[in-house]
């Protein structure tokens, strides 16, 4: 058999079997269940493999650390709220009721997921890879917040990109502390007033009266 025909055949030797992604589910349940009780750092891939009814070399199969897992966890939560805040944005109406929506379900959106956004901002200091996929999507962000700027009419900014960097640095560094403060949701009342308020007052001049 030609070398070509073999090194194939053991390739699709490591193929995922027909209940692959299955197994897979299960790890990624059982990781998150872990998440909640755990830091990333003390999460134990042993553990989560014999959560999930597999042996610790089934989670490597799939993921290629834990950072993986959180990244996938979070991916489908951030595609939810770019969609309905990026809509919120570019909806029309007053501008800063659009603020004030955008914010309400930017700091709803933490608190329900906080154990997963704890664990992504870990990821974030400690890998890379997950630090490049954060700023990807903070990168989102900038850009449908830069031409939610760019298109009041009543708003005169040189460089609505700039802006855009500013606020969502912002709410990136009050929610990272809010989060790791392990403060309950009635903390989370004043911040999202004053980030409302900063907003509003970096676009508009002040809050709606």
Request: hydrophobic share 40%.
């Amino acid at each position: 058999m030609p070398p070509e025909s073999t090194q194939g055949s053991r390739r699709n030797a490591t193929r995922p079997q027909p209940r692959g992604d299955e197994r897979r589910q299960r790890l990624l349940e059982a990781f998150e269940e872990q998440l909640q009780t755990q830091s990333l750092a003390d999460i134990s891939v042993a553990e989560v493999a014999r959560s999930a009814g597999l042996k610790r070399p089934a989670f490597y199969f799939y993921f290629a650390g834990k950072h993986e897992v959180v990244t996938e966890l979070l991916s489908g939560i951030f595609q939810d709220d770019v969609f309905t805040i990026g809509g919120f944005l570019a909806g029309g109406g007053d501008p800063r009721v659009s603020v004030v929506d955008a914010m309400t379900r930017t700091f709803e959106s933490w608190h329900t997921h906080r154990t997963l956004f704890r664990a992504m901002l870990d990821a974030r200091d400690s890998d890379a890879e997950a630090k490049a996929i954060w700023d990807q999507w903070l990168q989102r962000y900038e850009e449908f917040v830069s031409d939610f700027i760019a298109e009041q009419p009543t708003i005169d900014i040189p460089d609505p990109a700039a802006l855009a960097h500013a606020l969502i640095s912002m709410n990136e560094r009050v929610l990272d502390r809010h989060i790791r403060s392990g403060a309950g949701v009635e903390a989370a009342g004043p911040l999202l007033a004053a980030v409302i308020h900063v907003w509003n007052t970096a676009l508009f001049g002040g809050d709606a009266q």
